[in-house]
C-alpha cells in the first residue's frame, strides 16, 4: 500500500531537491582512459571464462558423466558392446571374453587445465611446450566436474580406468600423480597411454590414438570413451571440417551412448582445421581465417 504523503511534506522534499539542485557536487572529471581500453583483447577470454566461471560448463559436464554411468550397467551386460570403431577393433582382436575398460582423454576431459589457458590469456601468449610442460610439472589441475564420480563407479564394478592422452610419456610420473591427486581413480602405472607410446605392430601416424587405443582393445573390451575431440574415438580421415563432419555422421548413434564429449570451446582440432592446420600463420592471420569459416547467412 501506498503512504499518502503531506502537501506540506511534499513542498519541504521539493524544496530541498531544488536546494541541492543549485548547488551541485562537481562533477568528477571523465577518466582520462576507459578502464577497458587497457585490457588488450584475447580470442580465448570467453571460452576461459565459461569455463572457469559459469555453472553451465559444470552442469554440462556433471550431466555427461553422470548419463554415462547410468549406461555402465547395460555396457557391462552387453557382451557386443564395444566403443572402438570397427576397423581398430577388428585389428585389436575379438573382444566378447575380455574384461571390461573405459577410456578417458585427459586434457579437459579428466583434468581441467583451464588455469593454464587463464594463463595465457592474462599474459597475451599462445600454447607453447615448455610452458605446458612445467604447468603440468605444477600437478595442480583439477578434475573436470563428474569425472571423479563417473571413473570410481566403474573402477568399483571391475572396469579399469585408461587415459589415452597426448601428453607425452616424459610427463607420465607428473600426470599419474596428478590424477591421483585430483581423485580419479589409477590401477597400475600401465593406464597412462601417452605420446611417443609405441605399440608394437601397429604404426601410427602423427599425435593420432589409433595404436593406443588398439592397445587397450587387445586386452579390453572397451565399453565407453570420454574425449573433448573427435580423435579421442576415432581418427577423421584428415582434419577439415569436411572429415569430422563425415566422422561424426557416421558414429552419430555412439554419442551418448559409447562416446562421451566433453564441451571444450577454448581449443581443440576443430580450429585448427579453420586455418589448414597451418599453425605457422601469424596469429592475425589465423584470427582472419577463423571470421572467414563463420557462417553468417543460417
Ligand atoms: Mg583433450
Known amino acids: 500500500m501506498r503512504t499518502p504523503l503531506h502537501t506540506a511534506t511534499l513542498l519541504a522534499a521539493a524544496l530541498a531537491l531544488a536546494a541541492c539542485r543549485t548547488v551541485p557536487a562537481p562533477a568528477p572529471a571523465p577518466p582520462a582512459v576507459p578502464p577497458a581500453a587497457g585490457v588488450p583483447a584475447d580470442d580465448n577470454l570467453n571460452a576461459v571464462l565459461w569455463m572457469q566461471r559459469s555453472m553451465e560448463y559444470r552442469a554440462i559436464a556433471e550431466s555427461v558423466f553422470r548419463a554415462a554411468g547410468e549406461r555402465l550397467d547395460a555396457a557391462l551386460a552387453d557382451p557386443a558392446w564395444d566403443a572402438l570403431v570397427p576397423a581398430e577393433r577388428a585389428a585389436a582382436g575379438d573382444a ?14 579428466a583434468l581441467d587445465n583451464s588455469a593454464y589457458q587463464a594463463r ?8 607453447a611446450d615448455p610452458a605446458w610442460d612445467a604447468w603440468v610439472g605444477e600437478r595442480k589441475a583439477i578434475a573436470v566436474p563428474g569425472a571423479v564420480e563417473l571413473t570410481r563407479a566403474a573402477a568399483a564394478k571391475g572396469i579399469t580406468v585408461f587415459y589415452v592422452s597426448n601428453r607425452s610419456a616424459g610427463l607420465t610420473a607428473a600426470t599419474l600423480e596428478n590424477l591421483r591427486s585430483a581423485g580419479l581413480p589409477v590401477q597400475h602405472d600401465g593406464v597412462f597411454l601417452g605420446l611417443g607410446m609405441q605399440v608394437p605392430g601397429c604404426e601410427q601416424k602423427g599425435s593420432g590414438k589409433t595404436c593406443r587405443r ?33 566422422l561424426h555422421a557416421e558414429h552419430r548413434a555412439w554419442f551418448g551412448e559409447r562416446w562421451w564429449v566433453l564441451p571444450n570451446p577454448s581449443y581443440g582440432s576443430w580450429e585448427a582445421a579453420a586455418f589448414g592446420g597451418d599453425w605457422s600463420l601469424p596469429r592475425s592471420e589465423r584470427r582472419a581465417r577463423k571470421r572467414e569459416a563463420l557462417r553468417t547467412d543460417r
Do not use: C, K, Y
Open 96 to 109: 566378447a571374453s575380455l574384461p571390461p575398460a573405459i577410456i578417458l582423454d585427459i586434457d579437459e576431459t
Open 120 to 127: 595465457l590469456v592474462v599474459d597475451g601468449t599462445e600454447f
Open 214 to 246: 588398439q592397445l587397450v582393445g587387445r586386452g579390453h573390451r572397451v565399453l565407453m570413451q570420454f574425449g573433448d575431440q573427435l580423435g579421442d574415438f576415432a581418427q577423421p580421415a584428415a582434419n577439415t571440417a569436411e572429415q569430422h563432419a563425415a
